[in-house]
């Protein structure tokens, strides 16, 4: 095996090392054991042949429950990714909420403040060289005392946040791009190996983790995306959670509430009228009760209907 991996170059081994998440049974994708004439159990006694013989027919039925979970939570995944947009368009909305944007901004300072040598990350290592070149990858490269900053405040208003590395095969990652959230879709087929199965027959993708540029039709492996996220919501896997995500309904509802006052204002603002009246020889004494008189005139007066009492 070492051999072999001799002959591999950086972008296969990074392949083997991060496009293949999940345990070893996590590709069953059809019945291993059919119970038909051409298999063959061989055992000791008709004892234990009844006995693997059983083993055999539940593993089989176990192996139907989980594909049938498996396209259950792959139809949900679907149905998530609309609403998953839709939740984007409300956290930019509610940017323009001052109280939101302090918010965000606090908690993206508070996560990222400096230690006492002026750093926001402190490495260590027995090994001077490998400090040096993680000292120079963070803050000489990706320059994280002002990336980071912006990268944090990013995931905790949207939950999620991808950033595209430059890799170089000598000298490794030499950048770091931010991409737009609502055009990036992260795709795990090891979690839906059911549906990969009737899609595709291909065996060597169905343990990828990749990552799609929706309209640019561009597909990233997963070791050139570095994917922040927020996980709390499990019905969301594989993205993660806005901070902004509770108050989602009481903000639409504070919006609602102000439109609704603005419309009053305005419909009623042009109402405001100015009525003279004319009192000719009336005393001086008497102008006061006049006018009363003819300002309840259009009043609304209220009649009683003698057959129902309303």
């Not at 120079?136 to 590395?165: A, E, Q």
């Not at 549906?195 to 492996?221: A, G, H, I, M, Y």
């Amino acid at each position: 095996m070492a051999d072999e991996n001799k002959n591999l170059t950086v972008y296969q081994k990074l392949f083997y090392l991060f496009g293949q998440p999940g345990g070893p049974k996590s590709n069953i994708t059809n019945s291993k054991y059919s119970l038909t004439d051409n298999d063959l159990i061989v055992t000791q006694s008709k004892q234990d042949f009844q006995k693997e013989k059983l083993q055999l027919q539940q593993q089989k039925y176990l192996e139907s429950q989980w594909a049938k979970v498996d396209n259950e939570l792959y139809q949900k995944s679907v149905f998530y990714e609309t609403s998953r947009l839709a939740s984007y368009m409300d956290y930019e909305a509610m940017e323009f909420t001052p109280e939101i944007a302090v918010a965000l901004d606090i908690m993206s300072e508070e996560s990222c403040t400096l230690n006492e040598k002026g750093q926001i990350m402190s490495i260590y290592s027995d090994s001077s060289r490998i400090k040096k070149v993680l000292e120079d990858l963070f803050f000489n490269v990706l320059d994280i005392h002002s990336n980071l900053p912006m990268w944090t405040r990013n995931t905790c208003k949207y939950g999620d946040n991808f950033i595209y590395l430059k890799i170089d095969y000598k000298d490794g990652i030499i950048g770091a791009s931010q991409l737009t959230n609502i055009d990036i879709e992260r795709k795990e087929t090891g979690l839906f190996p059911f549906q990969e199965s009737l899609e595709s027959k291909d065996d060597t993708k169905k343990r990828e983790v990749t990552f799609v540029w929706k309209d640019r039709s561009l597909e990233f492996n997963a070791w050139e995306i570095a994917h922040f996220r927020l996980l709390g919501d499990d019905r969301k896997i594989p993205y993660g959670t806005s901070v902004l995500e509770k108050v989602r309904r009481i903000w639409k509802q504070l919006l609602l509430a102000e439109d609704a006052m603005l419309v009053y204002r305005v419909t009623r603002a042009p109402e405001r009228r100015v009525f003279k009246v004319y009192v000719g020889n009336i005393d001086d004494e008497d102008v006061e009760s006049y006018v009363q008189k003819v300002a309840n005139k259009f009043k609304r007066t209220q009649t009683t209907d003698q057959q129902t009492g309303q």
